[in-house]
Each structure stands twice: as structure tokens, then as C-alpha cells.
């Protein structure tokens, strides 16, 4: 099985930064997508970063020269940083792993969710 737990999040002014972690346990494939999605009240959830193991990267269009994901590939960890923060970046970010190939759990995963409330 495989479990994501994430950290960070919380309430920042306009403006401002918040880093949000993600640590991945379990039987994790050796080609898999590790990345960050965010669900707003009402809208549908969107893809804010992904990063493959091979380390290719991928950004949302509205979050691109804000926000920075970064790998510990040995601690199978992901990082986000979110710089400049807006209030319509709120949302409840999510950790999500495919296990696209190796490994005994090949599948999507997801993490439970942490709020990011960015005020004005």
C-alpha cells in the first residue's frame, strides 16, 4: 500500500509564502509522477505542479514563476513553495503519487488534503 502525508499549509496575507511538504511510505514504482493538486469551493480540482522521476516538471499556467515543486528522491518526499501568494490561489492542496511502472501498488494515490487560506 502506499500512504501520502502532507504538511504545511495554514493562512498568509497576499503576498506572501507558505511550503508545503509531502512524504510518500510504502511500495513506491521507479517511474512514477509525484505532484500537488488544489480544489477551490466550487471549481473542479486542477493540477498545480507535478514533477516525474526521471525529473521532469510541469506547472499550472496560473501558478508558473509563483510556485516551485521540488524532489528528495531518497526520502521520496516532494516540496512545494508558493511565493507571492493570491487570495484565488485558496484552496485545499492535495499530495498525489502515480506509480506508473515497478513496484506491488501500481495505481493513483492521494494524500488526505491541507487548507491554504490566502487572505487580501
Known amino acids: 500500500q502506499v500512504q501520502l502525508v502532507e504538511s504545511g499549509g495554514g493562512l498568509v496575507q497576499a503576498g506572501g509564502s507558505l511550503r508545503l511538504s509531502c512524504a510518500a511510505s510504502?511500495?513506491?514504482?521507479?517511474?512514477?509522477?509525484m505532484g500537488w493538486y488544489r480544489q477551490a469551493p466550487g471549481k473542479v480540482r486542477e493540477l498545480v505542479a507535478a514533477?516525474?522521476?526521471?525529473?521532469?516538471?510541469h506547472y499550472g499556467d496560473s501558478v508558473k514563476g509563483r510556485f516551485i515543486i521540488s524532489k528528495d528522491s531518497a526520502k521520496n518526499m516532494i516540496a512545494l513553495q508558493m511565493n507571492a501568494l493570491k487570495p484565488e490561489d485558496t484552496a485545499v492542496y492535495y499530495c498525489?503519487?502515480?506509480?506508473?511502472?515497478?513496484?506491488?501498488?501500481?495505481?493513483?494515490?492521494w494524500g488526505q488534503g491541507t487548507q491554504v487560506t490566502v487572505s487580501s
Open positions: 510504502g511500495s513506491i514504482s521507479s517511474m512514477n509522477v
Open positions: 498525489h503519487l502515480d506509480n506508473i511502472f515497478g513496484g506491488n501498488s501500481p495505481g493513483s494515490y
Open positions: 514533477i516525474r522521476s526521471e525529473g521532469v516538471i
